[in-house]
C-alpha cells in the first residue's frame, strides 16, 4: 500500500477557502433563521447535522400553527419529530428543544404501541384518526386524539400530525353529563311540582266546592286531619253553638259532649283513625243555651290517588226528637209489654175460671135435671084434670131452660179451647176435600130443608190453615145459610173460590132471609149475640169463625140484604 503524502501549501489553501464558504451560508441559514425568515431543523445524524427547512408561506403558517391550541408536528418515516409546536411542548410537559429530533414512540405507552403502529400505516397510507393516551415527561397518561395526513416536507414527504388533548373534552363530556343529569332531575322535579301545583289547585277547587256544599247542606258538617285533629266547621255549628263563625276555631267538640258520652267517644274515634274505618256514634251536645241535644255523628276517610287517607269529613245529625221518639216508643212497648203479660194472665184465668164454672155448674144442672125426672115421676097424674093443669107446662119450660144452660156451658167450653188453640200449627191444606166432608154431614138437613149446594173450587189453591178449624169455619157457614133459609124459595147455596194477591177468596153465598147490616155488623160476629130468634142458635157460631180466621191473618165480610140473601166472604191467607 502506497504511503499518502502530506497535503501541500496549495491543496490546505483551497481546504481552508472551502471551509470558509461553508462557514458563511451557515452563519446566512442562522442569521435567517434567527430572524424568521426560514423555519429550520437541524437533526444530528451519522454523517453528521442534517438541517430541514420549511419554507413557502412562512410566516403567516408558522403564526398559525404557533398560536394552535393543539399540538402540531411533523414525523418522519421513522416517527422521528422533524418539527413540532409550542402548544405540542406543553402537552407533554417538555422542552420544545426536547422533543424536535426525537421519537414520538417515546411517548406512546407500551401497552397501545400496536395501535400506534397501525395509526401510522394508516396515514401513511392516507389519512388516518384515533385516539390514545401519551405520556408526558412527568409520567402522566392524559388522552389525546391524534389527525395525520401526508405532506411534502423538503422535498420529501413527512406525516402531518394534529394532537388535541381530550382532558378538558372529556370533563366537559363529563360535566355536560352532570348537568345533563341535574337538568333532568331538574325538569323531573319542575314537573313533579307542576302536578303537585296543578294537585294543588284540584284540591283547592275541590276543598272550595267541597265547602260550598258542606255549607249547604242542613246538617252540622266538620273536617279533620290524619291525626284527629278539626280543620272545618260549617255555619250549622256556630249557629248550634249561639256564637259567631270564626275561621280558626280551637275549640273541641270535647268541650261541648256530655260527660257520660266523652269516653266513648274518645274510644271509637282513635279506632277510627287507627284502622281507617267509618266512624259512627250517638252522642249529646251542648248548644247555645246549655241543652244537651243528641247527635248522630259519621265521618268517612278520603284519600288521595294513591290511597292514602288525606282527611276526615264527618257530619253531626241531629237526632234528638227521634231519639226521645224512640224512648217514648219503648216505654210505650215496655208498657204494652206489661199490658200484654197482665191481658195474659188475665186471659188464663179467665179461661180458667170458665173451665172451673163450666166443670163446676155441670153437676148442678145435671143434679136439677135429675131432680126435675124424679119429679115428674113422684107427682100423681090425674087425667080429668090434665087439660088445664100448669105444673107440664112450666116443667116442660125448666126443662128447657136446663138443656140451654147446658149449651151454654158447652159453648164457653168451646170459646175457651178456641182461645187456647190460638197459636195452633197451620198446614196447607186443599177446600175441595173438607168441603165435601162437611157436605156429607150436613146432607141430611139439606134434603130436609130441599135446597141445593153449588161447589166450585177445583181450582182453587191451597191455603195454610189447621184442618180442624178450615172445617168449623166451613160447616159454621154453611149451617147457617140451610138454617136461615127463605120459606118463600127453594134454598140455593153457592160456594166458589178465586185468587186475590195473597189470598185465596172463599165466598159463601145464600138466598134465604138475609141480614140488616145497618148498627148490626159488629153483633152479627159478636159473642152470643144472635139476629133472628125463631131458629135455635146459641150465637157463637160467627164469632168463633171470625176468630180462627183472623188468628192466621186472614179476614171475613159480610154482604147482605133483607129478603134477598146474604154472602160471607172469607180472606185466607195462601
Not at 257530619?315 to 231519639?323: C, L, Q, S, V
Not at 190460638?422 to 146432607?443: F, G, H, K, S, Y
Request: charged share 25%; with cysteine.
Amino acid at each position: 500500500m502506497a504511503e499518502r503524502l502530506p497535503p501541500t501549501s496549495t491543496d490546505l489553501a483551497r481546504e481552508n477557502e472551502e471551509l470558509r464558504y461553508q462557514l458563511q451560508e451557515a452563519e446566512e441559514l442562522i442569521s435567517a433563521i434567527r430572524s424568521g425568515s426560514v423555519d429550520a431543523l437541524a437533526v444530528q445524524g451519522t454523517d453528521g447535522p442534517r438541517i430541514y427547512t420549511l419554507q413557502g408561506a412562512d410566516q403567516v403558517y408558522r403564526t398559525l400553527i404557533e398560536q394552535m391550541s393543539e399540538g402540531a408536528l411533523l414525523l418522519s418515516q421513522d416517527a422521528m419529530i422533524l418539527y413540532c409546536n409550542a402548544s405540542l411542548a406543553r402537552l407533554l410537559d417538555c422542552a420544545l428543544e426536547e422533543l424536535m429530533g426525537g421519537f414520538f414512540n417515546d411517548f406512546v405507552p407500551a401497552d397501545f404501541r400496536a395501535y400506534w403502529n397501525d395509526l401510522l400505516v394508516a396515514g401513511w397510507a392516507g389519512k388516518s384518526k384515533g385516539e390514545l393516551p401519551l405520556q408526558t415527561q412527568a409520567g402522566v397518561l392524559v388522552p389525546f386524539s391524534l389527525s395525520m395526513n401526508v405532506l411534502e416536507f423538503n422535498d420529501a414527504p413527512a406525516l402531518a400530525v394534529i394532537v388535541t388533548n381530550l382532558s378538558a373534552q372529556r370533563e366537559i363530556k363529563a360535566i355536560k353529563a352532570r348537568v345533563a343529569e341535574q337538568n333532568e332531575v331538574i325538569d323531573r322535579k319542575n314537573e313533579e311540582l307542576k302536578r303537585q301545583e296543578a294537585a294543588r289547585l284540584v284540591m283547592e277547587q275541590a276543598a272550595a266546592e267541597a265547602n260550598r256544599m258542606l255549607e249547604g247542606i242542613p246538617q252540622i258538617a266538620w273536617t279533620a286531619n290524619v291525626e284527629g285533629k278539626n280543620t272545618y266547621l260549617n255555619r250549622r255549628w256556630f249557629d248550634f253553638i249561639n256564637q259567631p263563625i270564626r275561621p280558626s276555631f280551637n275549640e273541641g267538640f270535647e268541650s261541648r259532649l256530655h260527660p257520660d258520652d266523652v269516653s266513648l267517644a274518645k274510644t271509637r274515634w282513635q279506632h277510627s283513625l287507627r284502622t281507617g274505618e267509618a266512624f259512627e256514634i250517638e252522642y249529646r251536645f251542648r248548644d247555645g243555651a246549655d241543652n244537651y241535644r243528641w247527635m248522630l255523628g259519621r265521618a268517612l276517610p278520603s284519600y288521595n290517588d294513591q290511597g292514602v287517607i288525606m282527611q276526615w269529613i264527618g257530619t253531626f245529625t241531629d237526632i234528638h226528637e227521634h231519639k226521645l221518639a224512640l224512648e217514648r216508643i219503648d216505654q210505650a212497648q215496655r208498657q204494652l209489654h206489661e199490658n200484654n203479660d197482665q191481658l195474659t194472665r188475665a186471659n188464663v184465668d179467665l179461661d180458667n175460671f170458665i173451665y172451673t164454672a163450666s166443670h163446676d155448674l155441670k153437676a148442678p144442672i145435671s143434679n136439677i135435671e135429675g131432680l126435675l125426672q124424679a119429679l115428674l115421676v113422684e107427682m100423681p097424674f090425674d087425667s080429668e084434670r090434665h087439660q088445664d093443669d100448669q105444673v107440664q107446662p112450666i116443667m116442660a119450660m125448666m126443662q128447657d131452660s136446663v138443656e140451654r144452660f147446658k149449651r151454654t156451658i158447652e159453648h164457653l167450653t168451646e170459646v175457651t179451647k178456641l182461645q187456647k188453640e190460638q197459636i195452633q200449627p197451620t198446614e196447607l191444606v186443599r177446600l175441595e176435600p173438607v168441603i165435601e166432608d162437611v157436605r156429607l154431614d150436613l146432607e141430611a138437613l139439606l134434603r130436609e130443608a130441599g135446597g141445593i149446594l153449588e161447589v166450585n173450587v177445583a181450582d182453587c189453591p191451597a191455603v195454610s190453615f189447621a184442618e180442624k178449624n178450615l172445617r168449623s169455619v166451613i160447616y159454621n157457614l154453611l149451617s147457617n145459610a140451610i138454617k136461615y133459609r127463605s120459606p118463600e124459595r127453594l134454598l140455593l147455596v153457592r160456594l166458589q173460590c178465586r185468587e186475590a194477591d195473597d189470598y185465596a177468596v172463599l165466598t159463601v153465598q145464600d138466598n134465604g132471609l138475609g141480614i140488616n147490616l145497618a148498627n148490626n155488623e159488629k153483633r152479627l160476629f159478636g159473642m152470643f149475640q144472635r139476629l133472628h130468634d125463631h131458629v135455635d142458635g146459641s150465637g157463637i157460631g160467627l164469632y168463633m169463625v171470625k176468630k180462627m180466621v183472623e188468628n192466621v191473618g186472614g179476614k171475613i165480610e159480610v154482604e147482605s140484604e133483607v129478603g134477598v140473601g146474604s154472602t160471607f166472604t172469607v180472606y185466607f191467607k195462601r
